[in-house]
């Protein structure tokens, strides 16, 4: 059986990790989507997509960091990425 205080003390180097890394898929994949939207010429949605990748990955990070548990931020994190990716590969150009 776990004990409660073993998975408090799990939980939130759990949230930090996945505001560090799990939030980095979701920037790109922001940031991507954007860019595929953007009636600009491709080497213009290129930088506009390089130039949004740090500020998105911050506030993802920030938002994510608020999440109470574990599970919660690793769902967060794998379910707006996964509607992002379809997003920025599922539209038609």
Do not use: H, N
């Not at 990790?17 to 898929?25: H, I, K, N, R, Y």
């Not at 960091?65 to 931020?73: E, G, I, N, T």
Request: net charge positive.
């Amino acid at each position: 059986m776990v004990d409660g205080t073993l998975s408090r003390r799990v939980d939130r180097p759990l949230v930090v990790v996945a505001s560090l890394f799990g939030t980095l898929p979701m920037a790109v994949l922001a940031s991507a989507s954007v860019a595929r939207l953007l009636p600009l010429s491709q080497e213009a949605r290129l930088a506009v997509c390089l130039t949004l990748v740090v500020p998105c990955w911050v506030a993802a990070m920030c938002s994510v960091f608020l999440v109470k548990s574990a599970p919660r931020a690793w769902g967060l994190c794998f379910s707006v990425s996964a509607i992002l990716a379809a997003i920025a590969y599922g539209l038609p150009r």
